[in-house]
């Protein structure tokens, strides 16, 4: 297949994948309700665990991460290592930003290391490393995957496992996670950013 249409269809059924609101979809199963009215409103792992199901949050880290991994192994299966970058790209626009929620998606952060693992596992494990170290020493998950996905293209270049597809794609879902976190990075620098384990109001994410 010509590369244009392996990058169209990777595109395509990537940001398809990503959409799908595992965290929304376990809420409304599992009898928790509307995840989007509960804490901080997100469709994330974090979320739904503030609903007190801890099997629903299971279910929704494993999925979003799951998404993001299936669309990079699909597309690479099929057309190439490019294609396989690409699609995981739209995999994390199309979870930040799914049609089916109005476009009101999640962070990102498990969607980031699904993707990470599958597209250069290398690089996966430093990241999951760094994110348990800085998670152990600040106990806050949103400083820790900050940082995971700092670290993640530096690993790549100096692991020297890094092309063009998959520098930029990290670079992006990197530019996209800051975004989406800018309140945890408020409330970080504020000093009053939820830590692990501790009561979280209703706007930690």
Same mark, same amino acid.
């Given at each position: 297949?010509?590369?244009?249409?392996?990058?169209?269809?990777?595109?395509?059924?990537?940001?398809?994948?990503?959409?799908?609101? #595992? %965290?929304? &979809?376990? @809420?409304?199963?599992?009898?928790? !309700?509307?995840?989007?009215?509960?804490?901080?409103?997100? /469709?994330? *792992?974090?979320?739904?665990?503030?609903?007190?199901?801890?099997?629903?949050?299971?279910?929704?880290?494993?999925?979003?991460?799951?998404?993001?991994?299936?669309?990079?192994?699909?597309?690479?299966?099929?057309?190439?290592?490019?294609?396989?970058?690409?699609?995981?790209?739209?995999?994390?626009?199309?979870?930040?930003?799914?049609?089916?929620?109005?476009?009101?998606?999640?962070?990102?952060?498990?969607?980031? #290391? %699904?993707? &990470?693992? @599958?597209?250069?596992?290398?690089? !996966?494990?430093?990241?999951?490393?760094?994110?348990?170290? /800085?998670? *152990?020493?600040?106990?806050?998950?949103?400083?820790?995957?900050?940082?995971?996905?700092?670290?993640?293209?530096?690993?790549?270049?100096?692991?020297?496992?890094?092309?063009?597809?998959?520098?930029?794609?990290?670079?992006?879902?990197?530019?996209?996670?800051?975004?989406?976190?800018?309140?945890?990075?408020?409330?970080?620098?504020?000093?009053?950013?939820?830590?692990?384990?501790?009561?979280?109001?209703?706007?930690?994410?």
């Amino acid at each position: 297949m010509p590369l244009p249409y392996a990058l169209l269809l990777s595109l395509a059924g990537g940001y398809l994948l990503g959409s799908i609101p #595992f %965290g929304y &979809l376990a @809420a409304r199963l599992g009898g928790a !309700g509307d995840i989007r009215k509960v804490g901080s409103g997100n /469709i994330g *792992a974090t979320n739904v665990l503030r609903t007190g199901r801890r099997d629903l949050a299971l279910i929704t880290l494993l999925g979003d991460a799951g998404k993001g991994a299936a669309a990079v192994l699909i597309a690479g299966a099929l057309f190439s290592p490019t294609a396989a970058a690409f699609a995981g790209g739209a995999a994390f626009v199309g979870h930040l930003f799914p049609v089916w929620l109005k476009f009101r998606g999640g962070k990102g952060v498990a969607t980031f #290391f %699904g993707i &990470l693992f @599958a597209l250069v596992w290398p690089v !996966g494990i430093v990241a999951g490393l760094f994110w348990i170290l /800085i998670a *152990a020493i600040f106990r806050m998950s949103s400083l820790a995957s900050l940082k995971a996905a700092i670290v993640a293209p530096i690993a790549l270049v100096l692991l020297g496992l890094s092309t063009p597809p998959r520098f930029w794609l990290l670079v992006g879902m990197l530019v996209l996670i800051v975004i989406r976190h800018h309140q945890n990075i408020r409330r970080i620098l504020n000093g009053d950013e939820p830590r692990i384990g501790a009561p979280k109001d209703a706007a930690g994410a």
